[in-house]
C-alpha cells in the first residue's frame, strides 16, 4: 500500500532554534517528493522538489533530504522564525506527469516560541 | 504565490442548504483538483478534471459535485449539506505538460455545517 509517514506529528521549538522533520514513504514507483509548507487555514505552498537523482535541496533556512534507497527524506530547518510556525507536508508523486497521483502525508505541526 | 482564488474564504451553513464553492485561476492550467482536509490529517482528492467538460471522481468518495464549463473556473456544488461535510476545502491546479506532477493550491474555504 503507497502511504507516507511523518514524524513527529508535532514539534515546540524556541526561536532561533534548529530542527529536523522526518518522513518515510512507500510510495512505488517514485517519482519525485516535495516539502509544503501550510499555514493555519492557507493552502499548502511548496518549499522544495526532489527527483531520484536528488540527494539535498535547498531554500533560505529550508533543506531536504532525500535516500531513495531507504525511502526517507528530512525537512531541516535553521535558525527558526516565528513565521516558521506551520504545518509542513511530505508529498510523494509516483509519476513525473499529471497522470500520476500525489500521495500526502499528515504534517508536522511546528510550532515556534519566542 | 499561484494565481488560484477560493471563495468563500469561510462559510457557516445550516444543514440542508444548498452550496456552491468557487474556485478561479488565471494561469491556464488545464488540470484542475478539489481536495477535502479535516484538522490534522492527510489531504484526500475527491474531484479532478482534465479540461473544459471533463470531471472525474477522486480517491475519497464524496457527495458533492463539480462542474468545467470554463478553463479557469472549477465550482463545487453541495446540494444539501450536512454536518458530516464539515472540512477544509481545497483547489489546486497544475499544467498539462508538467515535469513534477507540480500543483499550486488555493487559499481554502472552511466550511461548518450546523
Known amino acids: 500500500k503507497n502511504q507516507v509517514e511523518q514524524s513527529p506529528q508535532s514539534l515546540i521549538i524556541l526561536e532561533g532554534k534548529n530542527c529536523t522533520l522526518q518522513c518515510n514513504y512507500t510510495v512505488s514507483p517514485f517519482s519525485n517528493l516535495r516539502w509544503y509548507k501550510q499555514d493555519t487555514g492557507r493552502g499548502p505552498v511548496s518549499l522544495t522538489i526532489?527527483?531520484?537523482?536528488?540527494n539535498t535541496k535547498s531554500n533560505g533556512r529550508y533543506t531536504a533530504t532525500l535516500d531513495a534507497d531507504t525511502k526517507q527524506s528530512s525537512l531541516h530547518i535553521t535558525a527558526s522564525q516565528l513565521s516558521d510556525s506551520a504545518s509542513y507536508i511530505c508529498?510523494?508523486?509516483?509519476?513525473?506527469?499529471?497522470?500520476?497521483?500525489?500521495?500526502f502525508g499528515r504534517g508536522t505541526q511546528l510550532t515556534v516560541w519566542p | 504565490e499561484a494565481d488560484i482564488y477560493q471563495t468563500p474564504r469561510y462559510l457557516v451553513i445550516g444543514t440542508g442548504k444548498k452550496i456552491t464553492l468557487e474556485c478561479s485561476q488565471t494561469m491556464g492550467h488545464d488540470k484542475m483538483y478539489w481536495y477535502q482536509q479535516d484538522p490534522g490529517m492527510e489531504l484526500h482528492l475527491i474531484h479532478y478534471s482534465y479540461g473544459v467538460n471533463s470531471t472525474e471522481k477522486g480517491d475519497l468518495s464524496s457527495e458533492s459535485t463539480v462542474s468545467r464549463i470554463r478553463t479557469e473556473h472549477f465550482p463545487l456544488t453541495l446540494e444539501s449539506a450536512r454536518p458530516s461535510h464539515t472540512s477544509q476545502y481545497l483547489c489546486?491546479?497544475?499544467?498539462?505538460?508538467?515535469?513534477?506532477?507540480?500543483?499550486?493550491f488555493g487559499p481554502g474555504t472552511r466550511l461548518t455545517v450546523l
Open positions: 508529498v510523494v508523486s509516483d509519476r513525473g506527469s499529471t497522470l500520476g497521483r500525489l500521495y
Open positions: 526532489m527527483t531520484f537523482s536528488e
Open positions: 489546486a491546479s497544475s499544467e498539462e505538460e508538467n515535469l513534477y506532477n507540480e500543483q499550486f
